[in-house]
């Protein structure tokens, strides 16, 4: 009988947000139910998806809406969706710890468990993505978390940008790597336009660590009221799937809402990964650099 190895359904959601957060969470609900129907094992929804992307601005007001981690009303409908589905789904959420703010994700597998959360390491601070404003750096390093149909990397956004952190994924074992998004256009320059560029970095990633790679982002247009009068962004969506060469799957346009849907063979793409050689041939006593901000002295 032939060997058919670990076959795992990926999905990647996409879908403007309202800053009504029940009909965002209802949004949610719906495609993940959508992506479950297509035969979807994991599920990702975008970043911060429960209200506009309030980062536009610096208002103290916008941070009343962290919650804390524990009891969190989004993540507990979401641990019973997975389980009434049996899908993994990663929750992003804005968290409150004390006095301290996260960009936060909570691992939900496929039996409702949740098994734990990252913390969004690199925060972007520039205009129209004022996150310094509200998150405090992430603490909890970069994290693989052993689900039902895979051991998953799960990053956030500005994170997606930096390939030192997809390698600290795959080197703890990440079959796929999962990255939420919130990203557009950019306020003070309508001329930039990064989504090329945004997807050929990930793009990268998945082909520099052979594993297929999931990113979910917004679209629509968001006009957010700020210290200095109004300011929109608009979300230019393209959430894709790549698979482990870096090649583009599956991909949604920057307009309409999308329920991608891709399937791997872990396996498979497991012994390519080995026979590769590039985690064979690797030499981490010559990349202490790394530990500098500078070139020459180590970040302590």
């Not at 993540?75 to 936060?104: C, D, T, W």
């Not at 950019?186 to 297929?212: C, F, T, Y």
Request: a negative charge; one cysteine or more.
């Amino acid at each position: 009988m032939e060997d058919k190895g670990r076959q795992v359904v990926v999905s990647a959601l996409q879908f403007a947000c309202s800053d009504d957060l029940s009909s965002n969470v209802a949004t949610a609900e719906r495609l993940v139910r959508a992506a479950h129907n297509k035969g979807a094992n994991i599920v990702l929804i975008q970043e911060l998806f429960e209200g506009y992307y309030f980062c536009q601005a610096q208002r103290e007001d916008f941070i009343q809406r962290a919650k804390p981690y524990k009891d969190h009303p989004t993540i507990m409908r979401m641990q019973k969706l997975a389980k009434e589905l049996g899908v993994v789904i990663p929750v992003s959420f804005f968290e409150e710890a004390n006095n301290a703010h996260y960009n936060s994700i909570a691992i939900i597998d496929a039996d409702g468990t949740d098994l734990g959360i990252y913390r969004k390491s690199h925060i972007p601070d520039g205009p129209g993505y004022e996150e310094k404003f509200y998150f405090n750096p992430g603490d909890t390093g970069f994290k693989v978390f052993q689900t039902k149909y895979a051991k998953i990397g799960v990053a956030i956004c500005w994170d997606q940008w930096f390939p030192e952190a997809a390698r600290a994924m795959a080197l703890q074992g990440a079959e796929i790597l999962f990255y939420p998004t919130a990203i557009g256009s950019e306020p003070h320059d309508k001329s930039i336009d990064s989504r090329d560029h945004w997807k050929r970095v990930m793009q990268g990633h998945a082909g520099a660590n052979l594993v297929p790679l999931v990113a979910s982002n917004r679209i629509g247009n968001e006009i957010i009221e700020t210290e200095h009068g109004k300011s929109e962004i608009v979300f230019y969506g393209n959430s894709f799937i790549a698979g482990p060469t870096g090649e583009i799957v599956s991909i949604a346009d920057d307009k309409e809402e999308a329920v991608l849907i891709a399937q791997f063979d872990l396996d498979k793409i497991k012994s390519m990964r080995h026979s590769w050689g590039v985690f064979r041939d690797r030499r981490p006593d010559l990349y202490k650099v790394l530990l500098t901000l500078d070139g020459n002295n180590r970040v302590l």
